[in-house]
């Protein structure tokens, strides 16, 4: 199993430009999550599924949409990129509830700067 | 608002020695306190996990010591080892909302040969 992806590993948009970033588990995890990550901050939850067609936000979702059509795929969408979005994005994948201890699961994530 | 709250921000410790990374949480409704464990240019990755109905889970020379009645959890590394040089993030959930995460603002911990 390759966990969960990210691409890209990297990319600089200007201000004002789209772009989506994506994810993809193969664990057949029911929940994924966006965070983003800036120095001296942890990880933020930007949004989060747990399931296809359901999403909701998280605590820092400003800015940004996500869908969630199948099981596998969780992509996050920047419309009018800020320089305030500057920063390293990680998706995250867990097992559906009922299990004691849901362990999330990282991608290797995303860094992004906008200029 | 922060809700957990990581101390400290670094730590340099020698070979051998005990690295201790401390949080403070304020929501009581927390079920689920985990570690993460994140090297440079990586996602972060389960470290230990501990639940509030145990004072204190070991795994290897990795240990939870948990405090219910201060709302405090502590991660100790025992005979620390270069390998061990990361950013380690305290977390905590509440049971049902997807298990979202509450991080703490990580600890970036060097353990010197």
């Known amino acids: 199993n390759a966990g969960v992806t990210q691409t890209p590993k990297f990319r600089i948009l200007k201000i004002g430009q789209s772009m989506t970033l994506q994810c993809a588990q193969d664990?057949?995890?029911?929940?994924m999550y966006w965070y983003r990550q800036d120095p001296g901050m942890g990880l933020k939850l930007i949004y989060y599924?747990?399931?296809?067609?359901?999403?909701d936000k998280g605590e820092v979702p400003n800015g940004y949409n996500v869908s969630r059509s199948t099981t596998e795929d969780f992509p996050l969408r920047l419309e009018l990129a800020a320089p305030s979005q500057t920063s390293v994005y990680f998706c995250?994948?867990?097992?559906?509830?009922?299990?004691?201890?849901?362990?999330?699961?990282f991608g290797p994530g995303t860094r992004l700067t906008v200029l | 608002q922060q809700q957990v709250k990581q101390s400290p921000q670094s730590l340099i410790v020698q070979k051998g020695g005990i690295s201790i990374i401390n949080c403070a949480y304020e929501?009581?409704?927390?079920?689920?306190f985990p570690w993460y464990q994140q090297f440079p240019g990586k996602g972060p990755a389960l470290l230990i996990a501990i639940r509030p109905d145990v004072s204190e889970k070991k795994e290897g020379r990795f240990t939870i010591s948990f405090n219910k009645s201060a709302k405090q959890f502590s991660l100790h590394i025992m005979d620390s080892q270069p390998g061990d040089s990361a950013t380690y993030f305290c977390a905590a959930s509440v049971s049902g909302s997807a298990r979202q995460l509450t991080f703490g603002s990580g600890t970036q911990l060097t353990v010197l040969p």
């Open positions: 664990m057949n995890h029911n929940y």
């Open positions: 599924s747990v399931g296809a067609g359901i999403t």
């Open positions: 995250a994948s867990s097992y559906s509830p009922g299990v004691p201890n849901n362990e999330q699961f």
């Open positions: 929501n009581t409704a927390f079920d689920y």
